[in-house]
Nanobody
Framework: QVQLVESGGGLVQAGGSLRLSCAAS????????MGWFRQAPGKEREFVAG????????YYTNSVKGRFTISRDNAKNSVALQMNSLNTEDTAVYYC????????????????WGQGTQVTVSS
């Protein structure tokens, strides 16, 4: 199975940017459809962005379209989430997830998860 480790979270002011990274080990990342999810305090885990095995297909939840960009580098076994124009509603723990099948937008469609990285956006 694959192991996932996120990094790049932190504290940023509204309007700023952060780039999250997800490093994979154990199996080639190219075997997996990848996604980013987030969970704010008291809320359910929600889908943020997804990317197909080759990177040819990307998709986003409406609230981040035009601000966030998901990408992958299978040669480096990594996935990234570039987040621009951050606002306080983006504050959450962000999780990287891998799916052995065709991915999706629900957390139960993904098989493997990282430990999460905290993103805090101040006003």
């Amino acid at each position: 199975q694959v192991q996932l480790v996120e990094s790049g979270g932190g504290l940023v002011q509204a309007g700023g940017s952060l780039r999250l990274s997800c490093a994979a080990s154990g199996r080639p990342l190219s075997m997996y459809h990848m996604g980013w999810f987030r969970q704010a305090p008291g809320k359910e885990r929600e889908f943020v962005a997804g990317i197909s095995r080759t990177g040819g297909l990307t998709y986003y939840t409406n609230s981040v379209k035009g601000r966030f960009t998901i990408s992958r580098d299978n040669a480096k076994n990594s996935v990234a989430l570039q987040m621009n124009s951050l606002n306080t509603e983006d504050t959450a723990v962000y999780y990287c997830a891998a799916d052995e099948n065709s991915g999706g937008t629900y957390y139960y469609e993904f098989d493997y998860w990282g430990q999460g990285t905290q993103v805090t956006v101040s006003s």
